[in-house]
């Protein structure tokens, strides 16, 4: 079955900018979406496709994709913007439809 | 106010079974596919089955295929989820997510907008 990939940890410096990326044949195909979840919370959606947010999400956080890969990009991070995101997409074949995650990464705002 | 309202986790000794449920409100529910995710203590996210808007078909995760069904009553705007032959490797957050798309240069972008809070299965004898 396919997968997506992502950097298990990533750091930023307060104000700085940084990239989250997803990697899976998958995204060739379907468009990511990206999900933003605090501890003890539900994941939120932040962005989906080529650089759609949901209302409520700043502009500063922004999705892309190139191939097999979809990125966010968050510029000028913020402390509340340390959480754990994660990427997912879909893939199908003839006879078979999958959901797939990415395993998700860990921003640190330093 | 437009939510979705998950219900029905516990403890539950291997090898049984449990149903949870999945309320939604403040939207039309039959008008959208829904989803189970779930995540394990620590873990990340993990896709378990959806169904369509009108329950005429239905997808499920290659671990939980045979063990676990996904149902609606648009009626009762409740999605369910029956989960038999319970396993350690079960234990987690279920959560309910509402799936919308958007075309896009000539596909759709599908994305999960509306989630639950979830309901804790622990599977433990």
């Known amino acids: 079955s396919s997968e997506l990939t992502q950097d298990p940890a990533v750091s930023v410096a307060l104000g700085q900018t940084v990239r989250i990326t997803c990697q899976g044949d998958?995204?060739?195909?379907?468009?990511a979406s990206w999900y933003q979840q605090k501890p003890g919370q539900a994941p939120v959606l932040v962005a989906y496709g080529k650089n759609n947010r949901p209302s409520g999400i700043p502009d500063r956080i922004s999705g892309s994709s190139s191939g097999h890969t979809a990125s966010l990009t968050i510029t000028g991070a913020q402390a509340e913007d340390e959480a754990d995101y994660y990427c997912n997409s879909r893939d199908r074949t003839v006879n078979h439809l999958e959901v797939l995650f990415g395993g998700g990464t860990r921003l640190t705002v330093l | 106010q437009v939510q979705l309202v998950e219900s029905g986790g516990g403890v539950v000794q291997p090898g049984r079974s449990l149903r949870l449920s999945c309320a939604a409100s403040?939207?039309?529910?039959?008008?959208?596919?829904i989803h189970w995710v779930r995540q394990a203590p620590g873990k990340g996210l993990e896709w378990v089955a959806f169904?369509?808007?009108?329950?005429?078909?239905?997808y499920y995760a290659d671990s939980v295929k045979g063990r676990f069904t996904i149902s609606r009553d648009n009626s009762k705007n409740t999605l369910y989820v029956e989960m038999n032959s319970l396993r350690a490797e079960d234990t987690a957050i279920y959560y309910c997510a509402r799936e919308k798309w958007a075309a896009a240069g000539g596909r759709r972008n599908y994305y999960f907008d509306l989630w639950g809070q979830g309901t804790l299965v622990t599977v433990s004898s």
């Open positions: 169904i369509w808007y009108d329950g005429s078909q239905k």
């Open positions: 403040g939207f039309s529910f039959s008008n959208y596919d």
């Open positions: 998958s995204l060739r195909n379907y468009s």
